[in-house]
């Protein structure tokens, strides 16, 4: 979504509201451990702080689909994300590079914020998780492990 930055920079508003819902497709996802990906609402608020530059304001709020990183089944996950930034238009870093002519594209922004979000794991919030099935089971580490041999080493080195 690109928003004109004229009405700010000449001086005929002080403030650009939005509230836009928006589309990513399942391209977009490819390269993601997100499933699906509804409609993504965002509104804000874009207000002009010098000649060069804006304050960047918005609410960024979608619901993503995840794997279960125990089960693989899909998992609905919220997302509300509140975004505030200062893009200077003179200066040579990255978020300029999204003030061209005085617009502004709010989409690589979103886009952004919304795959920081996705979490490393996430596991399905249920009192029973399956921990076996047909020809196999989830195993947990006892004390009596292999690895209670590493916890005797690495507190043996400890001590000297």
């Known amino acids: 979504m690109i928003i004109d930055l004229n009405p700010l920079f000449n001086g005929i508003k002080s403030t650009i509201y939005f509230d836009k819902i928006f589309n ?6 490819k390269n993601t451990s997100i499933k699906k990906l509804s409609s993504v609402k ?9 000649d060069y530059s804006i304050d960047l304001t918005m609410e960024i709020k979608t619901n993503m689909t995840l794997e279960d990183s125990v ?3 899909e998992i609905e996950y919220p997302v509300n ?21 005085n617009t502004l594209d709010i ?3 979103v886009w952004e914020n919304i ?3 996705v979490p490393l ?4 919030e249920e009192k029973e998780t399956i921990i076996e099935g047909d020809g196999w089971s989830l195993n947990k580490i006892e004390n009596d492990s292999p690895l209670s041999n590493l ?3 690495l507190d043996m080195e400890e001590r000297r």
């Open 42 to 50: 965002v509104n804000g608020k874009i207000t002009k702080i010098s």
């Open 24 to 29: 990513f497709s399942l391209e977009k996802l």
């Open 71 to 73: 089960t693989l089944e």
């Open 81 to 101: 994300i509140q975004f505030n930034s200062i893009i200077d238009s003179d200066e040579d870093d990255e978020e300029s590079c999204k003030i061209l002519q």
């Open 121 to 124: 794991r996430v596991v399905k």
């Open 115 to 117: 795959v920081l979000e």
């Open 151 to 153: 916890k005797e080493l």
């Open 107 to 109: 989409l690589p922004i």
